[in-house]
């Protein structure tokens, strides 16, 4: 018998949970550090520390220039870590890091309540092992702390119960109060869409069991959340503390940006986006992309859901997994990683399918299970031939690790296949589990490293800081670059003076040692505006083949002065 939500866990819960623990912070923390900061990390990094510098938590600043774009929780959340080192690469990505371990949990705690010990533990495994959640859990932005409050406020009121207790709706409204100052009130805007599926799922169920006699009671049973007495108090508490959050930086800084940045980016770019705009099947594209390397097996898992046991629990998933794709889908505003709420409710359909697949004689002759276990068994074959192909036929990306595990990993590969062919499901699956961790714990320290070779933001960036080293401020300034990086990692204790047109940059050349940050692109213009010769060139972020490319950076120095 399947275990329910109330049932006391047991040693064998206990260690399941422990392994995907352990397995999840091995996986997330290994090479934290072996990637620089790409992308919007930079934003996050700088505004953490420079909050920690000025000792003003409420006003997010880059490079002093004042900077909302995000609410102030996902940057509150870097501090904790960064108490004793300052902030770094690893301290800004270790809220990510706890988010998604803390989602393998949820996960293993919601499939073991619904379904079962084997599909927890299951879905769990594939969480872990999903390559787009890995990646995004060791990324410092807010998507997995918004991922971790969806889910979480879903694991507050799951099930299809009616009446439930006071505390239980007071702790979701909670959660979405305080997880709407990560990345706006966009968890609990899904978590409550869903809530309200889920709702109006078995209202129907009920209807169309027992007929329209009932239909008032039933409204009021599964709308209880926001309905009952209860409910609207809960909803006021969380409404108050959301009041009390969204205006507190008003109150502290005197400015209403930080409001209007929560309608702009949260109501305006839901109803009437103004960025991001694609078409509305483009989920159905990347979809598949952040289930890789379960994508085949999430469609069969999906077919699957055809032999499962037909009830609440089916129908709860079900739901839920539909509600949170239309959801974005119907939102103008759409990128490819808002997506990743889906991932879960994917895992928790996989672990499933997977776990009665493994154990359940009525489920056992499952060809679309058989068919995406077996295609999902040939990735581990391939990616084990790409390592090898990669050492010996790209030689300026070649890890000696490539060829030792390039061909370990086809020979378990073709381990796995022969297993799942043989109809030995159970070790054939758990190899392939297994082959999938070490490829992603490969990609996340040896592959990050070998993709470091290319980027050369952070070795010119230490360079530039160790020439400006004991200058005076006034004497440095950056014309037309906007990069947070660049700012991260120059660490500078004051923010360095920002040109915004080309006079200004010719006002400023005026002096003698006068140090100008600028891009590659830029450096014709200014040589026509302030004349031939008045910079000198002192370091380039040139790549290893030695050609010039329009974006890179470039420190130039006044000819007096160099």
């Known amino acids: 018998m399947n275990p329910t939500p109330r049932q006391k866990w047991t040693f064998a819960d206990y260690a399941a949970l422990a392994i995907l623990v352990a397995a999840a912070a091995v996986l997330f923390f290994s090479g934290l550090s072996y990637r ?66 803390g989602m393998v949990v949820l996960v293993f705690a919601m499939g073991r309540g619904l379904f079962g010990l084997a599909s927890g533990f299951f879905a769990g495994l594939i969480l872990l092992t999903t390559a787009m959640f890995g990646f995004w859990s060791r990324t410092a932005s807010a998507e997995i702390l ?12 799951r099930g299809r119960e009616p009446g439930r207790s006071f505390p239980r709706y007071l702790l979701f409204y909670l959660v979405g109060a305080v997880s709407s100052f990560c990345k706006g009130p966009l968890a609990p805007a899904v978590a409550v869409t869903t809530v309200f599926t889920v709702s109006c799922v078995e209202m129907f169920v009920d209807i169309r069991q027992d007929g329209f006699k009932r239909m008032g009671r039933t409204v009021a049973a599964y709308f209880d959340w926001i309905l009952s007495l209860k409910g609207v108090l809960a909803a006021g508490c969380g409404l108050s503390l959301f009041a009390v959050l969204l205006f507190l930086p008003v109150m502290m800084t005197g400015s209403w940006e930080a409001v209007a940045l929560m309608w702009r980016e949260n109501v305006v770019r839901f109803l009437e986006p103004f960025d991001h705009v694609e078409p509305f099947y483009i989920y159905f594209k990347h ?28 129908r709860w998933l079900a739901a839920v997994t539909v509600a949170i794709f239309l959801f974005f889908t119907l939102s103008g505003s759409r990128r490819s990683y808002y997506i990743l709420p889906l991932v879960p409710a994917f895992a928790l359909i996989m ?98 490293s070998i993709g470091e070779r290319d980027r050369n933001l952070k070795p010119f960036a230490r360079h530039v800081a160790s020439k400006i080293t004991g200058v005076e401020d006034e004497t440095v300034a950056i014309y037309g670059v906007r990069d947070s990086s ?75 002065g160099s």
Request: hydrophobic share 50%; glycine share 10%.
């Open 36 to 101: 620089s900061l790409w992308g919007s990390e930079g934003r996050w990094a700088v505004i953490a520390r420079e909050m920690m510098q000025s000792g003003d938590y409420f006003l997010p600043t880059i490079n002093g220039i004042v900077y909302f774009d995000k609410p102030l929780l996902s940057y509150w959340a870097i501090i904790p870590f960064s108490l004793f080192s300052g902030v770094t690469e690893v301290s800004a990505r270790i809220p990510g890091v706890v988010s998604g371990i």
């Open 351 to 448: 672990g499933r399918s997977l776990a009665g697949f493994l154990s359940r004689d009525v489920e056992k002759d499952s060809r679309a299970m058989k068919a995406g276990l077996i295609i999902t068994a040939f990735i581990p074959f391939i990616a084990g031939a790409a390592l090898v192909v990669g050492y010996t036929g790209f030689e300026d990306y070649r890890h000696l690790s490539q060829i030792v595990l390039g061909p370990v990993i086809v020979m378990a590969g073709t381990g796995a296949l022969v297993l799942i062919s043989k109809r030995m499901f159970l070790p054939g699956s758990a190899l392939v589990i297994l082959l999938f961790f070490g490829l992603l714990l490969w990609t996340f320290t040896a592959g990050m």
């Open 486 to 560: 660049l700012i991260f990692y120059l660490d500078r204790k004051a923010p360095v003076r920002t040109l915004n047109e080309v006079q200004e940059v010719c006002s400023f050349a005026g002096g003698a040692g006068r140090h100008l940050l600028t891009g590659e692109a830029f450096v014709p213009v200014i040589e026509k505006e302030c004349g031939p010769g008045i910079f000198d060139r002192v370091l380039s972020e040139s790549r290893r083949d030695g050609k010039k490319k329009r974006n890179e950076l470039v420190l130039l120095v006044t000819a007096k």
């Open 146 to 157: 918004n991922v971790l409050a969806v889910w979480s406020m879903l694991w507050v009121l």
């Open 287 to 314: 979809a598949p992309v952040f289930l890789i390397p379960w994508t085949f097996l999430a469609v069969a898992s999906l077919i699957h859901m055809k032999k499962w046991e037909g009830g609440p629990e089916r």
